[in-house]
């Protein structure tokens, strides 16, 4: 079971932990591989529809274990491939572990994921869709409304709201998911490099929603490449390399590990 949601009420005096990753082993299982320089082959068993026996596994999180607790905002660093959005996705249940345990209070939200959006509906519509998928209700959804859009920034050079998604750029996208996201007071919210899209007055809303939901007693994880954004919204940091927890600590002291390690 990826995620198990439990109970982990502490004295009002005490941290109380929203999330706990104990020896966290994720594997992915790749069926179907044919050997290197063999395309021909693999293209007849395409054809034929026939089964390959090789599976290749690729351990994408190996033995990781932390506690975060609630107003707490957690940076997630590391190279390409280093298992970081794989974890959040474990902690959002949505990942099997092969072994180990993730117990959560509250429901985890990932974000791209709870607003999955549709790109032949219009924004105002998927507006609508998203926040239901997060559990809002329609309610709560027409109230917040106005702030989402303008959050966004979707209508400053036109009504694009009223447009299908599809009409939108990338960045219109990402920006319209991380503002539907943000409308809701989140238990656990995690971002999946969302503060990398749009410009500079997009990035400084972004940082400053994340500092509101962490100040409100929720707990935020950020992944993120850019050190700056992860400065001013964390005060936490786990660094990851090859599925590996390197370290854990205050943002600055593992900033400064990670980006004296990167320059060599």
């Not at 249940?93 to 985890?108: A, H, N, R």
């Not at 303008?150 to 503002?179: C, E, V």
Request: glycine share 8%; proline share 3%; charged share 25%.
């Amino acid at each position: 079971m990826a995620e198990q949601s439990v109970s982990l009420t502490e004295p009002a005096d005490e941290r109380v932990p929203t999330v706990i990753v104990d020896d966290l082993h994720i594997v992915y299982r790749v069926h179907g591989l044919a050997s290197k320089g063999n395309a021909t082959a693999a293209l007849r068993r395409i054809i034929r529809r026939e089964p390959s026996s090789r599976v290749r596994e690729v351990h994408a999180v190996r033995g990781v274990s932390f506690v975060a607790h609630r107003g707490e905002a957690i940076g997630l660093i590391g190279s390409n491939g280093s298992g970081k959005s794989t974890l959040l996705r474990a902690v959002a249940g949505l990942l099997p572990p092969e072994s180990g345990k993730v117990y959560t209070d509250g429901q985890p939200s990932l974000l791209g994921v709870n607003a999955a959006l549709m790109n032949d509906l219009t924004g105002e519509r998927n507006v609508m869709l998203g926040g239901l998928a997060m559990g809002m209700s329609r309610e709560q959804i027409r109230e917040r409304y106005p702030q989402i859009v303008d959050f966004s920034g979707i209508n400053d050079k036109g009504d694009f709201i009223t447009l299908p998604m599809r009409t939108y750029s990338s960045g219109m996208q990402a920006r319209l998911r991380f503002s539907i996201a943000a409308a809701k007071d989140h238990d656990v919210l995690m971002i999946d490099e969302a503060l990398a899209t749009g410009d500079k007055r997009f990035q400084r809303r972004s940082e400053a929603r994340i500092r509101e939901l962490r100040a409100e007693a929720g707990t935020v994880f950020l992944v993120s490449h850019n050190n700056k954004s992860i400065r001013k919204t964390c005060d936490r940091v786990l660094w990851l390399e090859r599925g590996e927890l390197v370290m854990d600590g205050p943002t600055e002291k593992v900033l400064e590990a990670y980006e004296e390690e990167s320059a060599k």
